[in-house]
């Protein structure tokens, strides 16, 4: 199988932590399924557990949550031999809940499909994950049955430019602070933190397991260009005061330090605004800073046009699917400029 995203062969089975993450494959024969394995949150927590989707020839056949240990799911069955080709994605995000794929069984023969010749890494928050993209209504909030993170942004701009992905992101999380309701520092969703880990997640796998305490191995393949997409959250924290918007340009310098260090030729591109601008100018500082700093110039930055109420909202006011392919479509053109792709 190609493997997609961050992930980790845990005793006999594929792990999948973070948003995106997942396999694909040609299956030749008559049928074909997989067993999915559900981490601790399958026999108590209807909020939060697993969200799957699995693809025969670019089709969504099957979307799964995980209510149980192991789920069988059938991928395609036919009175004659065929050859299809199978993705298997994790569409909601790590903090709430992993899995893992623990069998494939096919009448015939499985075999990877080619990787592609270009490679982004995503980092990012709520947004990144398509947060409630599939809730219309505002004033609900997060659950994993809403998330989908094929329907946002990251996802969507990689499959414009027919390039492979990896995503690290994290709803609530921040550079300096996570999203907070009364101003205070929130340390605890920091991505800087669990960067160079295989993810984080509250919910163990196979009741030990926590992606946290395994350290991710960058060799396995660098990025050709990495973007970051974070200060949504942290803004809830610097609400426009100076010395914390100040605390935040230093913390983002040091962010782009430990990706410049763990991606040594990668572009690196900072954007933000889909959720609120005010942090632009304190991302294009640091961009600055860090360039100034590090005699590094292979980083830019990138505004994104803030959503529109016109194109709606959907769980706890985050875009909807009109908003992130708006999103998609301007990030797209700013990759083929920068990269030359």
Known sequence: MRIIGRTET??????????????????????????????????????????????????????????????????FESEIEETHVVRVIKLSEAPMSTCGISEINVTGRVWPTQQKEKFIEFVGDSITCAYGVDDEDRDHHFSTRTEDVTKGYAYKTAENLGVDYSMVS???????????????????????????????????????????????????RQPDLVVINLGTNDSSYVLGKEDRKEEYINGYVEFLNIVRKCNPRAMILCTLGIMGTDLCPAVEEAVARYREDTGDVKISSMRFAEQLESDGYVADWHPTEITHNKAALRLTAEIKKIMNW
């Open 10 to 75: 845990i005793e006999n089975t594929i792990w999948l932590v973070l948003s995106g993450t997942g396999v694909e494959f040609y299956a030749k024969g008559t049928k074909a399924s997989i067993m999915m394995r559900a981490d601790g949150t399958y026999d108590r927590d209807e909020v939060n557990r697993a969200r799957v989707a699995v693809y025969v020839d670019g089709e969504r056949v099957r979307d799964e949550i995980l209510s149980k240990q192991e789920t069988i799911i059938p991928i």
């Open 170 to 220: 994290y709803s609530g999380y921040g550079i300096v602070s996570g999203y907070t309701e009364n101003g205070e520092k929130f340390s605890a969703q920091l991505v800087p933190t669990y960067y160079e880990k295989l993810g984080f997640s509250n919910s163990t796998y196979m009741g030990k397991y926590l992606p946290q305490n395994f350290d991710w191995d960058f060799t396995k």
